[in-house]
């Protein structure tokens, strides 16, 4: 592993910060160590997550309630949705990669407000304990995500409360969050970066920060009416004492649609990141790439109520909502055809990275074609609550940002650790996840259109089969986890060394040392006006004139 | 010492001590405040737009009480102005180097925001409904005690700025006083969330 600093220098750095490995468990304000913090702190949420998922599966691999009691399940669903969303994705396509790139991308030290990105990571680890902890000590949550009035009100109070709580200290943590990656962007750009300069991934995370910020103090605000009705006994969303549940469920979607686009923004952002590298050619229509996730952040601010057409809403807001959709789908449309350009005619190299970043591209067109057809109402009607819906988000969710975060992994690993990780169980990983995760969702598309209703234990023994294929593909998916873990830790051990830039990358990440040095680079930041400058042969490539490698050897 | 070790240190700390690495940049610790409050708005227009709501599609039911008066409302938004207006002087006494005039002026923008706390207190306890009377009246108590959280927040900001303000060993100074900038766009934003609040629970 190549060390970073010069002798001389290290010599000079007072210890502040804890060194070696220590740093990943302190309150270091390094933003690559927070990243990783945030990163393997995901995943082992991930796998909590998955564990439940499989206890899902499992019950439902017979049509009746056999492997654990109906209350069960539900706890277990709930905490597999909160896990999933709030611990897994949320915080590793945010925190996690953007913490580790971001200040890269713009040329800086490190995040505008380093202490309170600290602090944003750090509610995480307690927020999910403290969740996973109340299955144990009181019964964890029945309501699901949603937590809809009454059932979150009429459901055993202790679960929800802690649910609350939780999910208040993790929403915290996204606004910190959010908050430092505005600031980053638009205030710490080293001096000669435009905005039409950055990397894709730093639009991506302009759009949902600002996502975060506008729409999940709302979600505080209804949580903390919510515990009011459970706690103090008021009636804003209980029926019973005149309240009304479908305020909460506009208050609720006014964050959770915008959420979606919180968990795949930053997946589009990495992914254009991803294929440029691996196709050698440039990022095909980066102005209409930067258009588009603006578009997608004011068009997704106003399309909530497309999940509520069975909440009695009125003609004209279902003709509204049903539009605005409409609309939402044609930058996101936009975004999928610029990365079939961007790949298209280039000198692929088919590794894991470009793999499940191709996977991304398959499962996300899929999941964006039953996500169009579900906002129109005569077809949401049909399938609300059903399985459709289901396998519809986890489209979205799993073949999107999930892939994109294994995408994710296998490209940044070797500046993570200066090691390359091993292709072909990443390959085996890939196909692995695919097969399993089409297996598993694929099939729930047809449950839903034939009407077996989502979030039940007990199912009618017509859909047995297609239940248990699904279960297969479910196994297959815990099982492609197998091979990625070994590979990550048999590769931080003794896997091959990266060198600097293995991928000969041109974004400013790679213009350094891998792992990088505390401060990103010895010397001045680069200017990298040309992210995506690739398309031309490698050996006319410039690296050096864009690295600042020649500040870097005469020891500035 | 590298640059990342003196931003960790003190991310505020524009001093520069390094001979490599460390860009100067810009304060921009306000910028982050705005973005927050930003943030901040957003809880009170979900509080408000769930009352509107309420307001427009959930009639009382029959005797629910729900009734507000006017003058000791028309008081607090006349305290809030003020103290808005106290602060200002406060940070223009504290540009030119005033110390003393400075803390004079906080501390009389803390006597008002904690007169507005007691005169909320005093309306919380004559009004004719409880929290958990009728719909309305849960809306009302959320919003404006989530408000007062604000302004009691507001109010121990101004009293910490006053302690850090004191002429001997205190860190306020002429040329750095972000503390009391940071406070006195807090209090700003409080203030106008109070008269959105006031036009929206009292007015409407």
């Given at each position: ?53 499989g206890a899902i599966r499992t019950e439902l ?97 202790a679960g929800q409360v802690i649910w609350i ?392 | ?204």
């Open positions: 592993m190549t060390v970073a600093t010069p002798p001389e220098i290290q010599s000079a750095v007072p210890r502040l910060q804890p060194s070696g490995w220590i740093r990943y468990f302190s309150f270091s304000v390094d933003h690559k160590v927070i990243g990783l913090q945030y990163l393997v702190c995901g995943f082992a949420f991930y796998l909590v997550g998955g564990a439940l998922a691999a017979s049509p009746v309630s056999d492997f654990m009691a109906r209350d069960v399940y539900n706890q277990v669903l709930t905490l597999h949705g909160t896990v999933m969303i709030f611990l897994w994705i949320v915080p590793v396509v945010n925190g996690a990669f953007g913490n580790y790139l971001i200040p890269f991308y713009v040329g800086a030290r490190d995040m505008a407000f380093p202490r309170l990105n600290a602090v944003a990571f750090w509610l995480i680890p307690p927020a999910g304990l403290m969740l996973i902890s109340s299955y144990f000590l009181t019964g964890a949550a029945q309501s699901g995500w949603t937590a809809y009035p009454p059932l979150s009100i009429t459901t055993p109070a709580l939780s999910v208040l200290l993790l929403g915290g943590s996204s606004i910190f969050g959010g908050i430092n990656f505005i600031a980053t962007i638009l205030k710490l750009r080293r001096p000669g970066l435009k905005l039409m300069q950055l990397p894709m991934y730093c639009w991506a995370m302009l759009g949902t920060s600002i996502l975060v910020v506008l729409s999940t103090p709302v979600l505080a605000g209804t949580l903390v009416l919510l515990s009011f009705d459970i706690v103090a006994h008021t009636g804003f969303f209980n029926p019973g004492l005149g309240g009304n549940v479908v305020v909460y469920q506009h208050l609720f979607w006014f964050y959770s649609h915008p959420a979606v686009y919180i968990m795949v923004l930053p997946a589009f952002g990495l992914v254009s990141e991803i294929l440029p590298v691996h196709a050698r050619k440039p990022l095909f229509g980066y102005v209409t790439m930067v258009y588009s996730i603006m578009a997608i952040v004011g068009l997704g601010l106003i399309v909530w109520a497309h999940h509520m057409f069975t909440s009695g809403t009125p003609p004209w807001m279902r003709l509204f909502f049903t539009i605005a959709t409409a609309f939402i789908a044609v930058p996101t449309g936009i975004k999928f055809f610029n990365w079939l350009a961007t790949i298209w005619g280039g000198r692929i190299n088919l590794n894991s990275a470009m793999l499940f970043s191709c996977g991304f591209i398959v499962n996300f067109v899929l999941g964006g074609i039953t996500g169009v057809a579900l906002a129109q109402v005569p077809f949401d009607i049909h399938v609300h609550d059903t399985y459709f819906v289901v396998a519809h988000f986890h489209y979205i969710v799993f073949g999107g940002s999930v892939f994109v975060v294994f995408a994710s992994v296998y490209h940044w690993y070797p500046k993570f650790t200066g090691r390359m990780l091993h292709e072909g169980l990443g390959r085996l990983h890939c196909a692995l996840t695919f097969i399993g995760f089409n297996l598993c969702f694929g099939p729930q598309h047809w449950l839903g259109l034939n009407g077996m209703p989502r979030r039940v234990a007990e199912y009618d023994p017509q859909f047995t089969l297609i239940n248990q294929i699904s279960s297969v593909g479910a196994l297959l998916m815990a099982v492609s986890t197998l091979p990625f873990l070994w590979n990550v830790v048999q590769s931080a051990i003794s896997g091959p060394l990266a060198g600097d830039n293995p991928w000969n990358a041109l974004t400013p990440e790679w213009l350094t040392t891998s792992p990088p040095p505390v401060e990103n680079w010895v010397g001045e930041a680069p200017l990298v006006e040309e992210p995506y400058g690739y398309g031309v042969p490698i050996d006319q490539l410039d690296l050096a004139a864009t690295s600042g490698r020649d500040l870097w050897s005469s020891g500035k | 010492m590298t640059s990342t070790i003196s931003q960790a240190s003190d991310e505020a700390s524009s001093e520069v001590s390094s001979d490599h690495g460390h860009e100067e940049h810009g304060d921009f610790r306000m910028f982050g405040l705005a973005t927050f409050l930003v943030a901040d708005a957003m809880t009170f227009a979900g509080f408000f737009a769930a009352y509107l709501t309420f307001k427009a599609v959930n009639p009382l039911p029959e005797g629910a009480i729900f009734e507000l008066e006017l003058p000791l409302p028309i008081l607090n938004t006349v305290l809030l102005l003020v103290s808005s207006a106290t602060f200002h002087k406060a940070g223009q006494a504290i540009r030119q180097g005033d110390n003393g005039r400075c803390r004079r002026w906080l501390l009389i923008s803390a006597g008002l925001g904690i007169a507005f706390l007691a005169s909320q207190m005093v309306e919380y306890f004559t009004l004719p409904f409880g929290l958990a009377d009728n719909l309305y009246a849960s809306t009302f108590y959320a919003a404006t005690g989530f408000h007062g959280l604000h302004v009691t927040l507001g109010a121990l900001m101004i009293l910490i700025v006053w302690w850090q303000a004191r002429p001997e060993g205190g860190r306020i100074t002429a040329e750095d006083h972000f503390p009391l900038e940071a406070a006195e766009l807090y209090w700003h934003f409080v203030d106008g969330i109070w008269v959105v609040l006031f036009v929206i629970l009292y007015l409407l």
